[in-house]
Every structure is written in structure tokens, then in C-alpha cells.
């Protein structure tokens, strides 16, 4: 379900003229009329296709309310008589060349059919008092508040939304975004490029079409050339007042809480959650679909691999809390100083 502010959709498709895109199979009764977009099995409603591919989603699968859900043969007694059952042998591939299908443009800054004439497009709202820059673009459909500022260099893509007192610095690229009020973002930082998603084929790496957005909030401060990918059915969603040095990652659909606090080089990978008041070290590492509690704070050139508990202090890779990570690093000093002094002693057995 891409936001019409951002992505054109060139469907709908009917299942005939799916089946023959993806190589899918129809399997019992078609139910479905036209599919006109794609959504997760969480936010599918009617005219949606989805897919599924793991026996364990049995309950989100059931509740869905998709026309058109892509599965395995071993998933698909599973779909709901109310949707119609696609079967393939690669389901999330064939989720992503349909989507691709309906949204062939969606990396675009604008749209193919009116591309940019003026450096300013003259239907994007400028605020009262906003100054924007010798150099800057701002592209169809952009909405800029009262008083904020849009430095040189910087690139506003289509539907951008940007908010009150908003400061825009040199050579900030901002697409498929809404921004928030008294937002800063620093030079070369941008925002709302495609995420890192790839599905694995035979043929090579299939880019799965990123049709999310980026949402930052109020009082958001975020350092020169920080990266912040849009997400890819979801949105990436950044809290009120959280603030981001310089040199950031932010994969897709990664939720960042409020007033959360990321020091230099943190790389989060997709789809991370961090709860209110997270403090992240310099080059912290983070892994995908992990959550961290609110409260919680990590020392830097840390690795999360795994769920951090709320309120505590943690360290080393992978994360653990600060105090057996400390002691960690003691006896491993010990015995690395005891082996120097007795090179002939043997090492300590595992």
C-alpha cells in the first residue's frame, strides 16, 4: 500500500496476468478480482496480493484479509477461503516482480511522465519565511512549512513533506519522506533512498521494490552524511527528539523511539526496534530484527545479535551486560599475560 504522495501505481493486474508474470498456479477457487497493490499479510485488505512462505505465520496468514496470497504448496491448505491461493515455488521473489510489476518507477524522485522543468516545481507549498538556497531542487507536490531553511546543493524529491523550522543543510538528498517541525539535518546526510533488499534466485539477486517511507519527528537532529533507508512495505520511523551523529546507517524499517541517542558510525540493519531513550556507543553494530528495550545503552564497537532487555548496560560482542563483559576482558588479559610470561605452558583447555 505505497503512498500515492510518492509511487505511481501503473496496475491493477488481474491473476490471469499474474500467473503468467511469476509462473504461479492457481490453486481451488479464484475468489479475487483485480489486484491493485501489495501489502503485508498484517495490512492486506481487498484488491491486496501478499505472500507467505513459513507454516509458522498459520495465524497472521489466517487473519489476513488479502484477495491474492503467494505461497508454497506446503503453505497453501493454509490460506483463507476468501483469498484466492497462488502457489510457487519461490514466493517471496514472485511477490517482488509483482510488485515491481505495479510500481516499475518507484525509485524515482519524480514521476516519469512529468519530470522536473524548474528548480523549484511550481506546485510545491513554500511557507512564509522559508529561505531556500541558490542550487537547491525542490520537486512537484513538496511542502515546506513557515520559517525553515533549505540549503544549497540540497535535493527534495516529489511529496516531500517537511515541517516548521525545519533546517535543510548542503547536499542533503530527502525522498519519500515527512518531516517534522525544528528538524536539523547536516550536510551530505540522505534520507529515504531504497533499502538493502535483495531476494537470492538462480538468475542472481532480484531487488525487491522498497514502497515504505521514512517518518521523522519533531525536535530530530541527525549528522552530516547519516543514511536513513525507507522502508519496504513499512515505514522507517525515526522519534521525537531523538538525536543521530554523524556517519549513521539506519536500515529499513528499522523504529527508532524517542529521544534516543546514537553516537558516530552506529549501523542498525533492517526492520531494528529501539525503545524510548536508547543510548548507542560509537559503531555499535545492530542485527536485524532485533529490539532493544527502553532505558537500555551500549557501549561502543558493541554487536547486538540478539533481544537487549530494558534499563541496562551492556557491552563486547555479541552484547552482554557490561559487568560480565568486563570480566570477560579481564580473564582473557590474564591468561593472554600468563601464556607471554610461560610460552611453553600449554594453553587452557576448552
Same mark, same amino acid.
Given at each position: 500500500?505505497?503512498?500515492p504522495r510518492?509511487?505511481?501505481?501503473?496496475?491493477?493486474l488481474?491473476?490471469?496476468?499474474?500467473?503468467?508474470?511469476?509462473?504461479?498456479?492457481?490453486?481451488?477457487p479464484s475468489t479475487?478480482?483485480?489486484?491493485?497493490?501489495?501489502?503485508?499479510?498484517?495490512?492486506?485488505?481487498?484488491?491486496h496480493?501478499s505472500?507467505?512462505e513459513?507454516?509458522?505465520l498459520k495465524?497472521?496468514?489466517a487473519?489476513?484479509?488479502?484477495?491474492a496470497?503467494?505461497?508454497?504448496?506446503?503453505?497453501?491448505?493454509?490460506?483463507p477461503?476468501?483469498?484466492t491461493?497462488?502457489?510457487s515455488?519461490a514466493?517471496?521473489?514472485?511477490?517482488?516482480?509483482?510488485?515491481?510489476?505495479?510500481y516499475p518507477?518507484a525509485?524515482t524522485?519524480w514521476?516519469?511522465?512529468?519530470?522536473p522543468?524548474?528548480?523549484?516545481?511550481?506546485s510545491a507549498s513554500?511557507g512564509e519565511?522559508?529561505?531556500i538556497?541558490?542550487?537547491?531542487f525542490?520537486?512537484?507536490?513538496?511542502?515546506?512549512?513557515?520559517?525553515?531553511?533549505?540549503?544549497?546543493g540540497a535535493?527534495?524529491?516529489?511529496?516531500?513533506r517537511?515541517?516548521?523550522?525545519?533546517?535543510?543543510?548542503p547536499?542533503?538528498?530527502?525522498?519519500?519522506?515527512?518531516? =517534522?517541525n525544528?528538524?536539523?539535518?547536516?550536510?551530505?546526510?540522505?534520507?529515504g533512498?531504497d533499502?538493502?533488499?535483495?531476494?537470492?534466485?538462480?538468475?542472481?539477486h532480484?531487488?525487491?521494490?522498497?514502497?515504505g517511507?521514512?517518518l521523522?519527528?519533531?525536535?530530530?537532529e541527525?549528522?552530516?552524511?547519516?543514511?536513513?533507508?525507507?522502508?519496504a512495505?513499512?515505514?522507517?520511523?525515526i522519534?521525537?527528539?531523538?538525536?543521530?551523529?554523524?556517519?549513521?546507517?539506519?536500515?529499513?524499517?528499522?523504529?527508532? =523511539?524517542?529521544h534516543?541517542?546514537?553516537?558516530?558510525q552506529?549501523?542498525l540493519?533492517?526492520?531494528?526496534?529501539?525503545?524510548?531513550?536508547?543510548?548507542?556507543?560509537g559503531?555499535?553494530?545492530?542485527?536485524?530484527?532485533?529490539?532493544?528495550?527502553?532505558?537500555?545503552?551500549?557501549?561502543?564497537?558493541?554487536g547486538?545479535?540478539?533481544d537487549?532487555?530494558?534499563?541496562?548496560?551492556y557491552?563486547g560482542?555479541?552484547?552482554?551486560?557490561?559487568?560480565?563483559?568486563?570480566?570477560?576482558?579481564?580473564?582473557?588479559?590474564?591468561?593472554?599475560a600468563?601464556?607471554?610470561?610461560?610460552?611453553?605452558?600449554?594453553?587452557?583447555?576448552?
Amino acid at each position: 500500500m505505497a503512498d500515492p504522495r510518492f509511487f505511481d501505481n501503473h496496475g491493477p493486474l488481474t491473476i490471469d496476468a499474474i500467473e503468467a508474470l511469476v509462473g504461479a498456479v492457481r490453486k481451488g477457487p479464484s475468489t479475487a478480482g483485480a489486484i491493485t497493490d501489495v501489502a503485508s499479510l498484517e495490512t492486506a485488505g481487498p484488491g491486496h496480493l501478499s505472500f507467505c512462505e513459513r507454516a509458522n505465520l498459520k495465524a497472521t496468514l489466517a487473519a489476513s484479509r488479502a484477495s491474492a496470497v503467494l505461497v508454497t504448496d506446503a503453505v497453501a491448505g493454509l490460506v483463507p477461503g476468501g483469498a484466492t491461493c497462488l502457489v510457487s515455488r519461490a514466493p517471496a521473489l514472485a511477490f517482488a516482480k509483482v510488485a515491481a510489476a505495479l510500481y516499475p518507477d518507484a525509485g524515482t524522485l519524480w514521476s516519469r511522465d512529468h519530470p522536473p522543468a524548474t528548480a523549484i516545481d511550481p506546485s510545491a507549498s513554500i511557507g512564509e519565511g522559508t529561505v531556500i538556497a541558490p542550487g537547491a531542487f525542490v520537486g512537484p507536490g513538496v511542502e515546506i512549512g513557515r520559517g525553515a531553511t533549505i540549503a544549497p546543493g540540497a535535493v527534495i524529491g516529489r511529496g516531500v513533506r517537511i515541517g516548521d523550522g525545519t533546517r535543510i543543510g548542503p547536499l542533503v538528498t530527502l525522498s519519500h519522506a515527512i518531516i =517534522g517541525n525544528r528538524v536539523t539535518i547536516h550536510g551530505g546526510t540522505a534520507i529515504g533512498q531504497d533499502g538493502f533488499g535483495y531476494i537470492g534466485s538462480a538468475a542472481g539477486h532480484y531487488k525487491i521494490p522498497q514502497l515504505g517511507r521514512v517518518l521523522i519527528h519533531d525536535d530530530v537532529e541527525i549528522g552530516a552524511n547519516t543514511t536513513i533507508d525507507r522502508g519496504a512495505l513499512g515505514d522507517t520511523d525515526i522519534g521525537m527528539g531523538t538525536k543521530i551523529d554523524n556517519l549513521c546507517q539506519i536500515g529499513h524499517n528499522t523504529r527508532l =523511539g524517542r529521544h534516543c541517542v546514537l553516537a558516530g558510525q552506529v549501523g542498525l540493519s533492517g526492520s531494528v526496534t529501539l525503545g524510548d531513550f536508547v543510548v548507542l556507543g560509537g559503531q555499535v553494530a545492530v542485527s536485524d530484527h532485533v529490539t532493544i528495550g527502553t532505558g537500555a545503552r551500549v557501549a561502543g564497537r558493541s554487536g547486538v545479535t540478539r533481544d537487549l532487555e530494558a534499563g541496562k548496560t551492556y557491552g563486547g560482542f555479541p552484547a552482554m551486560p557490561i559487568g560480565a563483559w568486563r570480566r570477560e576482558v579481564v580473564i582473557l588479559a590474564r591468561l593472554a599475560a600468563r601464556r607471554l610470561r610461560d610460552p611453553e605452558r600449554e594453553a587452557p583447555p576448552d
